[in-house]
């Protein structure tokens, strides 16, 4: 079975700066996807990032990027330029290749709360 | 973008009694949706897979009897806590899969207290 480990229960960042956030998971799989997940206050999920497993460049958005190591198991998540709405819970997740119904099913980690000091 | 909806946001009710949680896909239609339980300061632990026109695969140690699953059309999935006790109580959240691009968008969720 999967596993997804986020080192860091919490974490702080000053306004504007860069805060980067860990992530580790362990498979068998050579083929796989990999989830950040935001959870502010509100309690809705939303996916901030995503990244393939088979693609080399790590993936970006805005002011989001993430650095995908497949051979260390490794997938943290760089916020640069931090706002005070990043303040949230934020949930690394795995996911496996579709092999059929039920297969679209999440592994988070525990999460890492961030809060962005003004 | 894609929107998945909860209802009730909250509910508070006695032990003993039922509650039944909706989850709706607004924009497309979800053949899976997935359950999950969040307890205070931890994560998402999945409870169940719910299939459009077949029974839910629920998870290791998930009571397929207490937490009933219908997806009877495929844009609602409902979650049923039948005889509710105050260890029910928690935070469920849902996700429906898109069908084209498999991203899971997730409901708003919904917190339930049991006294």
């Known amino acids: 079975a999967q596993t997804v480990t986020q080192s860091q229960p919490e974490m702080s960042v000053q306004e504007a700066e860069t805060v980067t956030l860990s992530c580790t998971y362990d498979?068998?799989?050579?083929?796989?996807?990999l989830f950040w997940y935001k959870q502010p206050p509100s309690r809705q999920m939303i996916l901030v990032i995503r990244?393939?497993?088979?693609?080399?460049q790590n993936a970006t958005e805005n002011r989001f990027s993430v650095n995908f190591q497949k051979a260390a198991k490794s997938f943290s998540l760089k916020i640069s330029d931090s706002q005070l709405g990043d303040a949230a819970m934020y949930f690394c997740a795995y996911r496996s290749p579709y092999s059929g119904a039920g297969s679209y099913q999440l592994t988070f980690g525990k999460g890492t709360k961030l809060s962005v000091i003004p | 973008g894609a929107v998945v909806s909860q209802h009730p946001s909250r509910v508070i009710c006695k032990s003993g009694t039922s509650v039944k949680i909706e989850c709706r896909s607004l924009?497309?239609?979800?053949?899976?949706m997935f359950w999950y339980r969040q307890f205070p300061k931890q994560s998402l632990m999945l409870m169940a897979t719910?299939?459009?026109?077949?029974?839910?695969?629920?998870e290791q140690g998930v009571e397929k009897d207490k937490f009933l699953i219908n997806h009877a059309s495929l844009t609602l999935s409902t979650l049923t806590v039948t005889s509710a006790h105050p260890e029910d109580s928690s935070f469920y959240i849902c996700?429906?899969?898109?069908?084209?691009?498999?991203?899971?968008?997730f409901g708003e969720g919904s917190r339930l207290t049991v006294l």
């Open positions: 990244q393939e497993a088979y693609k080399q």
């Open positions: 498979t068998s799989e050579s083929d796989y996807y």
């Open positions: 924009d497309f239609q979800a053949t899976t």
């Open positions: 719910s299939n459009e026109g077949s029974k839910a695969t629920y």
């Open positions: 996700s429906a899969r898109a069908p084209t691009t498999g991203e899971l968008f």
